[in-house]
């Protein structure tokens, strides 16, 4: 099991830019993708983004395209998801997962299945005010 632990949360009004991490130490995010999904009050965990650093392979759901962006640090063993031109919809706690059982290529057959991932942060709450 890996320790996953998510930063960067906060308020911020709509139209701002937020920075989320995930870092893992002593984990090597390089053989594993890595997914972030969010949770919104009432609402089911969905997918938000996944990258794979072995490949550079990036998957983003259609509501965040062209406003998020992830990426990955390997020699700091951080993964990192870039948001701007926040909405008050992208209110959520964020959480990062890792896929230790499963390679790129069945990730992204279905990069948002929550059942591929098999370690989880504690999540980190973003606020978007409008």
């Known amino acids: 099991e890996v320790q996953l632990v998510e930063s960067g949360g906060g308020l911020v009004q709509a139209g701002g830019s937020l920075r989320l991490s995930c870092a893992a130490p002593?984990?090597?995010?390089?053989?594993?993708?890595i997914g972030w999904f969010r949770q919104a009050p009432g609402k089911e965990r969905e997918g938000v983004s996944v990258?794979?650093?072995?490949?550079?392979?990036?998957w983003y759901a259609d509501s965040v395209k062209g406003r998020f962006t992830i990426s990955s640090d390997n020699a700091k063993n951080t993964v990192h998801l870039q948001m701007n031109s926040l909405k008050p919809e992208d209110t959520a706690v964020y959480y990062c997962a890792a896929a230790l059982s499963w390679g790129a290529g069945v990730i992204f057959s279905e990069p948002d299945l929550e059942a591929l991932y098999n370690n989880w942060g504690q999540g980190t709450q973003v606020t978007v005010s409008s």
């Open positions: 990258i794979s650093a072995s490949d550079g392979r990036t």
């Open positions: 002593g984990f090597t995010f390089d053989d594993h993708p």
